[in-house]
């Protein structure tokens, strides 16, 4: 799924929580302080705004607070993204790829990670970078799960303003988008400073941020 049907007025804003064990390595030397912006949760909890949070089973485990934290919020729903953010197919990022015979416990493993967190979770799934191929969805067929993408790319990893953050989603979203961006702060340090824009700039549209299993519906 890119995204729902272009009727109504409803958008979903998700956000990937990425961990790879190179980011794990970084946090452990003190490289980087965080990969959980707090400020973002703050923002979509204080100004009451539903968001589906795309998490890696790494992340839970590095960040079960903050994950508890999500789960507790019955705005927020909670999808996979892998174990530790690795790719399903070759030429994707420079990510690690994770094994062809190990997709479908990958998947199958994060979810175990997240489900004793309760909470809104769906049987939503975002590969990372995007990256998939036929072999990749043949193998997590039997999960049951529904691959979600995208239409709108923020383009918040590693951007340093956060003006063109505004400017990607505001110039291509639409009724029924889904929005992709970041949680992840110090790979993602401009999404909190650009989503209260983003938010604005919606409200402008007339275009109101929903969960993901609400815009979806009826795709």
């Not at 030397?29 to 909890?45: C, F, M, P, Q, W």
Request: some cysteine.
């Amino acid at each position: 799924m890119d995204h729902g049907p272009r009727t109504g007025n409803r958008v979903a804003l998700t956000f990937d929580a990425d961990m790879t064990d190179g980011m794990l390595q970084n946090l452990r030397t003190g490289r980087v302080k965080s990969y959980a912006n707090l400020r973002i949760v703050d923002l979509l909890e204080r100004e009451q705004i539903p968001a589906t949070f795309f998490l890696t089973g790494k992340w839970v485990q590095r960040y079960p607070e903050v994950t508890r934290r999500l789960a507790g919020n019955p705005r927020f729903e909670l999808a996979n993204h892998t174990y530790g953010h690795e790719a399903f197919t070759g030429d994707c990022y420079d990510l690690p790829r994770v094994r062809a015979t190990g997709m479908t416990d990958n998947v199958a493993r994060t979810f175990r990670a997240i489900e004793p967190y309760g909470g809104r979770q769906t049987r939503y799934f975002r590969f990372p970078g995007l990256c998939h191929d036929a072999a990749a969805l043949d193998a997590l067929a039997p999960l049951g799960l529904t691959v979600v993408d995208g239409d709108v790319v923020s383009g918040d990893p590693f951007a340093t303003a956060w003006e063109p953050l505004v400017r990607a989603v505001l110039d291509n979203v639409r009724p029924g988008s889904v929005v992709i961006m970041h949680v992840t702060e110090a790979n993602a340090r401009m999404t909190d400073e650009a989503l209260p824009h983003i938010l604005a700039g919606l409200r402008e549209r007339g275009l109101v941020p929903a969960t993901l299993s609400e815009v979806l519906a009826g795709a």
